[in-house]
T-cell receptor, first 112, second 117 residues
Framework: AQKVTQAQTEISVVEKEDVTLDCVYE???????LFWYKQPPSGELVFLIR??????QNEISGRYSWNFQKSTSSFNFTITASQVVDSAVYFC?????????FGAGTTVTVRA | DAGVIQSPRHEVTEMGQEVTLRCKPI?????LFWYRQTMMRGLELLIY????????DSGMPEDRFSAKMPNASFSTLKIQPSEPRDSAVYFC???????????????FGDGTRLSIL
């Protein structure tokens, strides 16, 4: 069975602070894919990043960065210099054979 | 390019009524997914199709729920009869099968917010 745990339910920061979202996963598969999605207050789900189990290279995209560590089954997400527009629920998800298993999500509130 | 299109955006109906949710996937995508989002259970996969054929419906909660995909550009999720506990946001998503299975991100519609009174 696959499981994704996002232990942080809510995080509140002041603008320009960095925020790191934790994601720990469980799977017996050797090939799998990890994703992060953003759900802003308007409700839609926006794809942010995909990582496969064979690629542990970290990635940076603007103010966003991701740290994939297979040894600890973690795929953490950092927002650098947060902005009010970053306020949203962020979901980590695990996929194999097209079935996505989502974590419970972390609500990020960025205060001006 | 047009994304996944869902209709209606909001639906309010009385218990016992039939509800039909609609989805148009991204053109060229051969996988279509229906999800339900609630506070208690989070985001859960209900059913998914490949080339219009249902592949896994193990997430469908009960017989009151049914889904169809008559062609590559249209799918419906039907609840009959509806109950208050069906109130949730229902998302449709699509992806293509390029690469290894599950490799491609699923692109989500804006969702249908369903309220059963």
């Amino acid at each position: 069975a696959q499981k994704v745990t996002q232990a942080q339910t809510e995080i509140s920061v002041v603008e320009k602070e960095d925020v790191t979202l934790d994601c720990v996963y469980e799977t017996r598969d050797t090939t799998y894919y990890l994703f992060w999605y953003k759900q802003p207050p308007s409700g839609e789900l926006v794809f942010l990043i995909r990582r496969n189990s064979f690629d542990e290279q970290n990635e940076i995209s603007g103010r966003y960065s991701w740290n994939f560590q297979k040894s600890t089954s973690s795929f953490n997400f950092t927002i650098t210099a947060s902005q009010v527009v970053d306020s949203a629920v962020y979901f980590c998800a695990l996929a194999n054979d097209y079935k996505l298993s989502f974590g419970a999500g972390t609500t990020v509130t960025v205060r001006a | 390019d047009a994304g996944v299109i869902q209709s209606p955006r909001h639906e309010v109906t009385e218990m016992g009524q039939e509800v039909t949710l609609r989805c148009k996937p991204i053109s060229g995508h051969d996988y279509l997914f229906w999800y339900r989002q609630t506070m208690m259970r989070g985001l859960e996969l209900l059913i998914y199709f490949n080339n219009n054929v249902p592949i896994d419906d193990s997430g469908m909660p009960e017989d009151r729920f049914s889904a169809k995909m008559p062609n590559a550009s249209f799918s419906t999720l039907k609840i009959q009869p509806s109950e208050p506990r069906d109130s949730a946001v229902y998302f449709c998503a699509s992806t293509d099968s390029e690469g290894y299975s599950g490799n491609q991100p699923q692109h989500f519609g804006d969702g249908t917010r369903l309220s059963i009174l």
